[in-house]
Each structure stands twice: as structure tokens, then as C-alpha cells.
């Protein structure tokens, strides 16, 4: 079977493990996580910023500071309406090379490390909507520093279960 590369299909997953094991509230990740998965694609939106300022600096393109702002925001832009298909970056970075007049051709020497990079882009994608909906539980609920600092230790040497309150990480 082929691993996943988008958050679409992990949001059962996700959805399980913040309510789950880490005690978030039902209301809000069942909420924010749908959101994130599909507005929230900030892994994708570094991955075309980086990658077009590489194929203009392969080509002897100079940027300028104006062209670098047109870059990120194309980038950010275009990442949004990014669809959960493996590889979609690798099309949607076409608009922003025509932005700063890079070859759209040089696209193709990215597609033999692109299988790669959409594993780490997936993950920061799912890493920022696990973030967005511990912050929003967070604010919305203002839980009391008492209730953030308990540890919970599963096992010690002797196998007993004990809880520690009000420890400093």
C-alpha cells in the first residue's frame, strides 16, 4: 500500500489522537482540523517559495526585494486553493515562476525529489492544523496553568502508576 501524502486522508487520525491522547475538546477539533486540511497549507506554500527562488537563482535570475514579496505572495495565494492531490504543488508552481519570469520548464528537474518533499510538506500541513486546534481549545477554553503543568508518568521501575502535579517541564 502507498503511504499517504495529504492530510485529507489522516483526518480520522488526527481527528482521534487529538481528542484522544491529547484531551483536546471535540467541538473544536472537529471544527478546525476539517478547516486546516483544507485551507491551511502552509507546508506547500514554503515548499513553492523555496523551490522558485531555486529555479530563478539556477537561471542567473536576479530578484529583486519586490520580487521576492510577488513570490510569497503567489505563493501563500496559490497554496490555499492547492487540492488534495499528491503533487499538485508541482503545477500550481507554474504561477508563481511566471510572476518573476522564471522558465516554467525547469519545473521538470524537481519531480525526481518531489516524491520526498510532499512527505515533509503533508507532514508540516498536519502538524499546523494539530497546533491550530491545541491554540484555539487553548484560548477558547483558558485552561489553568495547574491543568497544562500535570505529567502523568505511565509506569516507574516498580510498575505503579503515579501522577505528578505542578512540575516544571
Same mark, same amino acid.
Given at each position: 500500500m502507498?503511504?499517504?501524502?495529504?492530510?485529507?486522508?489522516v483526518?480520522?487520525? $488526527?481527528?482521534?489522537?487529538?481528542?484522544?491522547?491529547?484531551?483536546?475538546?471535540?467541538?473544536?477539533?472537529?471544527? @478546525?482540523v476539517?478547516?486546516? @486540511?483544507?485551507?491551511?497549507?502552509?507546508?506547500?506554500?514554503?515548499?513553492?517559495? #523555496?523551490?522558485?527562488?531555486f529555479?530563478?537563482?539556477?537561471?542567473?535570475?536576479?530578484?529583486?526585494s519586490?520580487?521576492?514579496?510577488?513570490?510569497l505572495?503567489?505563493? $501563500?495565494?496559490?497554496? *490555499?486553493?492547492?487540492? !488534495? &492531490?499528491?503533487s499538485?504543488?508541482?503545477?500550481?508552481?507554474?504561477?508563481?515562476? !511566471?510572476?518573476?519570469?522564471?522558465? #516554467?520548464?525547469d519545473? !521538470? /528537474? /524537481?519531480?525526481? &525529489?518531489?516524491?520526498? /518533499?510532499?512527505?515533509?510538506?503533508?507532514?508540516?500541513?498536519?502538524?499546523?492544523?494539530?497546533? $491550530? !486546534?491545541?491554540?484555539?481549545?487553548? *484560548?477558547?477554553?483558558?485552561?489553568?496553568?495547574?491543568? /497544562?503543568?500535570?505529567? *502523568? &508518568?505511565?509506569?516507574?521501575?516498580?510498575?505503579?502508576?503515579?501522577?505528578?502535579?505542578?512540575?516544571?517541564?
Amino acid at each position: 500500500m502507498r503511504p499517504r501524502m495529504r492530510s485529507a486522508p489522516v483526518m480520522p487520525l $488526527t481527528l482521534k489522537c487529538l481528542e484522544e491522547n491529547c484531551g483536546l475538546d471535540k467541538r473544536v477539533t472537529r471544527f @478546525v482540523v476539517p478547516v486546516g @486540511v483544507t485551507v491551511n497549507m502552509n507546508g506547500t506554500a514554503l515548499f513553492i517559495t #523555496v523551490c522558485s527562488i531555486f529555479i530563478a537563482q539556477l537561471n542567473d535570475i536576479a530578484i529583486s526585494s519586490g520580487d521576492y514579496f510577488a513570490v510569497l505572495i503567489t505563493a $501563500t495565494a496559490v497554496s *490555499v486553493a492547492a487540492t !488534495s &492531490v499528491p503533487s499538485a504543488a508541482l503545477f500550481l508552481m507554474v504561477m508563481t515562476l !511566471s510572476v518573476i519570469g522564471a522558465p #516554467v520548464s525547469d519545473v !521538470s /528537474l /524537481l519531480f525526481t &525529489v518531489e516524491w520526498l /518533499l510532499d512527505r515533509a510538506r503533508t507532514t508540516n500541513n498536519c502538524l499546523g492544523d494539530c497546533f $491550530t !486546534s491545541a491554540l484555539v481549545d487553548h *484560548v477558547c477554553f483558558r485552561k489553568k496553568p495547574t491543568e /497544562l503543568n500535570e505529567v *502523568v &508518568v505511565v509506569a516507574n521501575d516498580e510498575g505503579a502508576t503515579e501522577k505528578l502535579r505542578d512540575s516544571t517541564l
